[in-house]
């Protein structure tokens, strides 16, 4: 019996997330002549995109900046600001409004598409797909690639002019983000740093979480480890069985995660601050004033933070009733109280892991591409975009800012380089 035939395509992206869906529309728009296709290992594309900003889709900031990205050493890697400036926020944008997307900003300059769908992001995206007559091919899983980029997939071999890596990462397994990436590459000489999961919970052995489940505070998180400070964040905390969650706590846990799924090696904690716009000081001569009020010390707290929370604050200063009066506190639980509204601290056990991750840390060594064209520095026509290399953005719309703008820079790269070469 013959072989199948291999397929042959001028660009292959291999990949339907946010970066290979964008990839394949850049590319047609600046040469409809060339054949484009994209290989998605499950039935249908963009999953990943449906569970963003809480089905709302936060589709990119407007504050896209260098500082906003981290490299798996912890370091805001230059490297991504070729592709910012080359594709910016303004301009995404626009390529979206062209085919119909309408976007709304919000808060910290968050941006969201005007009808709060995710659903509306990514059938504007596979409308345009379709009408560019790119070849999307499902349920077709990259099992291999060599130097002559030439693909061996569950579904038959291809073969292209370009190749563009859009695979995504190991976050959110149920999603379809890919796993295989680091050994499929290692071949062709690429490298992948170490990685772990970010954008997710942090959890803590400490029993206080547990009391307080449910409970949100608005407030200053930071990560210590031998009271060094890794890591500070601001905003909306929440208290869950596990240990802590909220914004703040998902920009924080890549800090936590670096020894996943171990426990941080050299031990961290967790300091919470309830009061941020107050020093400890001021607390404690608030809390003085406040024993004059005809309060006991079930309501002491209350009008200052949530009530529950306030009493296991109390519950961790003194052994007392809270039945007892506000005025029997002596000066040093005072004191004690003051210091535990400004700095809780909860040792950090570790994170949620890679089924609540919202990303992954690390990815492709940057070395291995030119941040200017995101071309592989190892295999001729071999590009790179998106959450497979080694760049984390923060919560809030960064990572598919870095998408859009690297999936893009990838796609003209890749085009340049065909139309050069005919």
């Known amino acids: 019996m013959a072989a199948p035939k291999m397929r042959k395509f001028d660009i292959i992206i291999i990949g339907g997330g946010a970066a290979g869906l964008i990839a394949a529309l850049q590319a047609k728009y600046e040469a409809p002549h060339l054949s484009v296709a994209v290989l998605e290992k499950e039935a249908r594309p963009g999953r990943k995109l449906l569970a963003t900003g809480n089905g709302r889709c936060n589709i990119a900031n407007r504050r896209a900046a260098r500082e906003h990205y981290f490299n798996a050493a912890g370091d805001n890697p230059a490297f991504v600001q070729a592709a910012l400036k080359a594709y910016p926020v303004a301009d995404n944008l626009a390529f979206f409004r062209d085919m119909g997307l309408l976007t709304k900003e919000e808060a910290d300059g968050k941006m969201y598409p005007l009808g709060d769908q ?3 992001v990514l059938d504007t995206l596979r409308l345009h797909i379709a009408a560019k007559q790119v070849a999307l091919i499902t349920e077709t899983e990259v099992l291999g690639i060599n130097r002559q980029l030439q693909i061996h997939t569950n579904n038959g071999d291809f073969a292209a002019g370009a190749v563009i890596l859009a ?3 190991v976050a959110s397994p149920k999603l379809s983000t890919s796993g295989n990436f680091a050994e499929m590459l290692k071949p062709l000489g690429h490298r992948t ?4 999961p970010a954008l997710c919970q942090i959890k803590t052995e400490s029993p206080l979480p547990k009391a307080l489940q449910g409970i949100k505070f608005v407030g200053r998180a930071e990560i210590r480890q031998q009271n060094r400070l890794l890591g500070a964040e601001e905003g909306e905390i929440l208290f869950a069985a596990y240990g802590v969650s909220g914004p703040p706590i998902l920009q924080l846990s890549r800090l936590a995660a670096a020894d996943y799924p171990n426990p941080p090696s050299i031990p961290q904690e967790i300091r919470l601050d309830m009061l941020p716009n107050m020093t400890e000081e001021e607390i404690a001569a608030e809390l003085r004033r406040r024993q004059k009020l005809p309060l006991t010390l079930e309501d002491y707290l209350t009008g200052m933070l949530n009530k529950r929370l306030g009493q296991q604050m ?3 200063a003194t052994p007392r009733k809270l039945s007892e009066p506000a005025e029997s506190l002596t000066a040093d639980e005072i004191k004690r109280l003051a210091h535990l509204l400004k700095c809780l601290s909860l040792p950090i056990s570790g994170v949620t892991g890679w089924q609540q991750a919202q990303v992954m840390a690390g990815g492709l060594e940057l070395k291995g591409f030119t941040a200017q064209n995101l071309a592989s520095r190892l295999v001729p026509g071999l590009f790179a975009a998106g ?5 984390c953005g923060a919560c809030g719309g960064y990572n598919l800012t870095w998408a859009w ?3 893009r820079l990838a796609a003209h790269s890749a085009v340049n380089l065909l139309q050069k070469g005919r």
């Open 118 to 120: 995710a659903a509306a």
């Open 314 to 316: 109390i519950k961790l």
């Open 193 to 196: 740093t170490p990685l772990h």
């Open 405 to 407: 703008s690297s999936g």
């Open 167 to 169: 695979l995504g990462g």
């Open 387 to 391: 959450e497979v290399l080694d760049i």
